[in-house]
Structure formats: C-alpha cells, structure tokens
C-alpha cells in the first residue's frame, strides 16, 4: 500500500506512458515478483539521468521484464544504445512487445544468460551502467564493468538499502542482505568514484566515476 507521501510524489512527478502503464500491468498478470519493477518516480530518474549526462552506451545488469530499459532508452538521443542483460529469458517475449510498444526496440540488444559471462563478452565502453540483478553478486558486477565505464561516468546500483536489513538492529545473515552491505562498504571506501544514496523507492546508489 503506497504511503501518503508516495503517493503525492507519484501525482506531481511525470507520469508513466501508456507503453510503462501497459507493461505494469502484465508484469502483475504474467509475473510472480511484480515488486520488482523499478515503477513511475524511479523510471523518471533513470530517464533523466540518461538526459542529464547525455549517456549514448548503457549497460543495464537485471532486466527483469524490462520496465528500466525502457526508462532508460527514453533518455537517449536517437544514436543511443543499451545492451540489457538478462538470466530469464521466459521474459523474453513479455520484453520484446513492451519494448515494440514504447517505440524504443531498436535502441535495447538484450543478451539472456549469466550476467557476468555477458559482461565479459562485451567490448564496448559505457557511460552509464545500471545494476539491478543478484544481489550476492553486486561486487562482482562492480569489478567486471568497472574498466568498461568511462572516465566521469555514472554507475547506478539499485536496492542497496535492501527494505532497512542493512541498517537493522538485528543485522539478518541471508546472503542478498550481506552482499548488499559488504557492495555499500565497498563502495564507500573506493577512492576510484564519488556516491551518494538516495532513499528512493529501496535504496538506489549513484557512483560517480572519477
């Protein structure tokens, strides 16, 4: 249930398309985790920050049913790319008709499979990356795209205050809550990049790399 305060944000914060409205939608119907989708205020900062720091190569770790990809691909310029990496490819269809909706198929390439054998197939190098999948492997995404993002580039890792398990009294061993913690410290001591996290939705972190 959406708070009060939430629930202002959303009504004075751009709204969905009908393409996002459309795949919300399906993803409840057709999805056991729907909560998953990054949803209308954090879509609207993914937009814009693809806007903002004129971003042409994205790499997204996590797509789920595509929702953020989309997001993102509505901030690029027309010779914009994102490579969208997936490990569910169930999904497949469910992405590929969200995408066709929203007009942006042509700018996303989605490779299913593990995610970090897929980042270490690809050569490209990334303005912004954007990492939203296992949460036990959030370093290993961190140092398997670290060499591939530009100098000034942006590296946004979602959930990383991971519904306040990481700053409970009681700190809970499961192993996504551990990996969560241990990828913020990491973070915060890496004299590599500059970050902040935003208490937006679970937590999102921007990297910023020196």
Known sequence: MKT????YIENFSSKETEALRW?????NIR?????????????Q???MLVRLTRAKNILEIGAFTGYSSICLAYGL????HIDSLEIN???????YEAQERAGVK???IVHFGDALDNINKLDTCYDLVFIDANKREYIDYYKAVFDKVRKGGLIIADDVLWSGKVYADKIDQDKQTQGIMQFNEMIANDPRVDVV???LRDGISLIRKK
């Open 45 to 47: 900062l993914l937009t």
């Open 4 to 7: 009060k305060e939430n629930q």
């Open 106 to 108: 042509d700018k996303i």
């Open 89 to 95: 490819d169930e999904l497949a269809d469910l992405i």
């Open 23 to 27: 795949l919300v939608r399906q993803t």
């Open 77 to 80: 310029e027309n010779d914009g």
């Open 197 to 199: 996290i935003l208490p």
């Open 31 to 43: 999805t056991n985790y729907p909560r998953m989708l990054s949803g209308q205020v954090q879509g």
